[in-house]
């Protein structure tokens, strides 16, 4: 089963990182959120962010799958669980915006996303909740440096793939109040998520979780 500090950080990076999220999918989520005669629709917007958390599952599925085979040395699963630390102190960085390196890894993503974009352009406009759900399952894909920070993360966290699934999934819960309120509350929340203070408290946070899971009697052992 997944810790419970790995499942807490997991909500904080989508609830913390919400404006990258507003930024990247808010465009695509408004627009399925008013797809039905300019009515907002809760239960598309909803359809559409199952499938994005869908794709999320998956990918974490994938990456916990490698990891786990990665981690069958003991000290390669110490090395490993030093790199999720690593990660995880990258991603408060990022956060709290004091350094982006974790953005460099979307132009990685954009190889993929450029075959992937094509189909959901053949789902719009999402006036079917079938639609919604396979848009957001594709939008899952979007080259995101929150996303494949935490994807990175999720996979070296855990030697279970399904515990790194379940973190993804986590992760995509996290941002789900943001995106639910895109067409009605998401500005006021945006504004509160982008104040200064908040953005580098939850990132020192996530700093701290990620010193905190430093591995460090590991090393000193192993030393």
Not at 96 to 111: K, S, V
Not at 157 to 163: G, M, Y
Not at 167 to 193: D, E, N, S, Y
Request: charged content about 10%.
């Amino acid at each position: 089963m997944t810790e419970i500090p790995a499942a807490l950080a997991a909500v904080l990076f989508g609830l913390a990182g919400s404006t990258h999220c507003i930024g990247m999918c808010g465009g695509i989520a408004g627009s399925v959120a008013i797809s039905t005669g300019g009515r907002a629709s809760p239960l598309y917007l909803l359809g559409f962010n199952l499938g994005r958390l869908f794709s999320y599952g998956i990918a974490g599925l994938m990456i916990g799958q490698f990891g786990s085979l990665l981690a069958q040395g003991q000290t390669l699963g110490l090395g490993l669980r030093t790199a999720a630390a690593l990660i995880m102190i990258i991603m408060g960085l990022y956060i709290a915006q004091w350094w982006q390196g974790a953005a460099y890894l979307e132009r990685i993503g954009q190889i993929i996303w450029r075959r992937i974009q094509p189909l959901t352009r053949t789902l719009l406009p999402a006036d079917r909740l079938w639609k919604c759900l396979l848009l957001g399952g594709l939008w899952g894909w979007l080259p995101c440096g929150l996303v494949y920070t935490t994807l990175l993360w999720a996979g070296t966290s855990s030697q279970d793939s399904l515990n790194s699934a379940l973190l993804m999934i986590l992760f995509g819960l996290g941002t789900l109040p943001a995106m639910m309120t895109t067409a009605v509350l998401a500005t006021k929340l945006r504004q509160l998520l982008q104040h200064r203070g908040v953005r580098q408290g939850a990132g020192a946070l996530v700093i701290l979780f990620g010193l905190l899971t430093l591995p460090w009697a590991g090393w000193i052992h192993h030393g």
